[in-house]
């Protein structure tokens, strides 16, 4: 357990529907970045705060996507429309003053 | 761009048989090399580390040098366990400000009795 939980594990939803994950970091660490992984492949940045402020996304996070940290602590990662190209791990990590990056076990999200 | 790229896996090896799995990268600067672990059921573990030219990465019996004139950073073992078998992944962390982490496609190691 490294410390950040991710929640839920596993989420299958049917195309079109939207879905909600949510990261708790370390508490003291503040950044916290989302990256997405597909099957065989390494996981893949998607965006990250620093506290509360969202300093930089990915091309690969279209307007569907939206991820939010309120207060610089919890995170969301909403996705609207979900479509089958959205089915992946959804991995949250965070990072406190030293450079190591702790990270979830991840959301699997599989869309129908 | 920055970029990592691994061997590709399967890699299938018998205990005690010593281990390569290659990484090159492209970058923009001098950024810090990783190398990361995956069990199965588990989640990412960072394994080992170098932030510059010629630092060598140990952990685990694990070894990877920062080669900065051949852009490479290939993980060895001398002699590796049943208990290895999991999916090792290369990663950049980029010198811009985000210290966002750069992922190569992984590499997953199969080790049998």
């Known amino acids: 357990d490294t410390g950040v939980s991710q929640d839920p594990r596993h989420k299958i939803t049917k195309r079109g529907q939207n879905v909600t994950f949510r990261c708790d970091p370390i508490?003291?660490?503040?950044?916290l970045y989302w990256y997405r992984q597909t099957l065989g492949q390494g996981p893949e940045f998607l965006t990250y705060?620093?506290?509360?402020?969202?300093?930089?996304k990915s091309r690969l996070l279209s307007d569907r996507f939206s991820a939010e940290r309120p207060k610089g602590s919890f995170s969301t990662l909403e996705i609207q429309r979900t479509e089958q190209g959205d089915s992946a791990m959804y991995l949250c990590?965070?990072?406190?003053?030293?450079?190591?990056?702790?990270f979830g076990s991840g959301t699997q999200l599989s869309v129908l | 761009g920055n970029s990592v790229t691994q061997m590709e896996g399967p890699v299938t090896l018998s205990e005690e048989a010593f281990l390569t799995i290659n990484c090159t990268y492209t970058?923009?600067?001098?950024?810090?090399l990783f190398w990361y672990v995956q069990y199965p059921g588990e989640g990412l573990q960072l394994l080992l580390k170098?932030?510059?030219?010629?630092d060598k990465g140990s952990n685990k019996g694990f070894e990877a040098t920062y080669r900065k004139e051949t852009t490479s950073f290939h993980l060895e073992k001398g002699s590796v366990q049943v208990s290895d078998s999991a999916v090792y992944f290369c990663?950049?962390?980029?010198?811009?400000?985000?210290?966002?982490?750069?992922f190569g496609s992984g590499t997953r190691l199969l080790v049998r009795p």
């Open positions: 508490s003291e660490h503040n950044r």
């Open positions: 705060f620093q506290n509360e402020a969202q300093l930089e």
């Open positions: 970058a923009t600067g001098y950024p810090s």
């Open positions: 990663a950049l962390r980029t010198v811009d400000s985000s210290y966002k982490l750069i």
């Open positions: 990590a965070t990072q406190g003053a030293g450079e190591k990056l702790f």
């Open positions: 170098a932030t510059k030219a010629d």
